[in-house]
């Protein structure tokens, strides 16, 4: 089965910026489309920005321009460059594949903390 482990989040001031790290297993990570999701307390899950096996990407409204989705498949990883980080940015940060909508996926990792506060 595959595993998602996400690290590289933490506690920022705002305006600051993290960069997350998202290590996949298996062998189809060069091949599919992969994606960074967020939650909130209190809220759902959403789509923060996904980046195709072609290297195109997408991003959410509230993050594009801020936030910029890469990959690296000779090391099976995932990457998210967060800058001029919001309060409203503050969630537990998950990758999994970018080919479905967030609620239809079954497995999810752990996620990584981020908190944008002064």
């Known amino acids: 089965q595959v595993q998602f482990v996400e690290s590289g989040g933490g506690l920022v001031q705002p305006g600051g910026s993290l960069t997350l790290s998202c290590a996949v297993s298996g062998s189809l990570f060069s091949r599919l489309a992969v994606g960074w999701y967020r939650q909130a307390p209190g809220k759902q899950r959403e789509v923060v920005a996904t980046i195709s096996a072609g290297e195109m990407t997408n991003y959410a409204d509230s993050v594009r321009g801020r936030f910029t989705i890469s990959r690296l498949n000779a090391k099976n990883t995932l990457y998210l460059q967060m800058n001029s980080l919001r309060p409203e940015d503050t969630a537990v940060y998950y990758c999994?594949?970018?080919?479905?909508?967030?609620?239809?996926?079954?497995?999810w990792g752990q996620g990584t903390q981020v908190t944008v506060s002064s």
């Open positions: 999994n594949w970018g080919t479905k909508s967030p609620h239809e996926y079954d497995s």
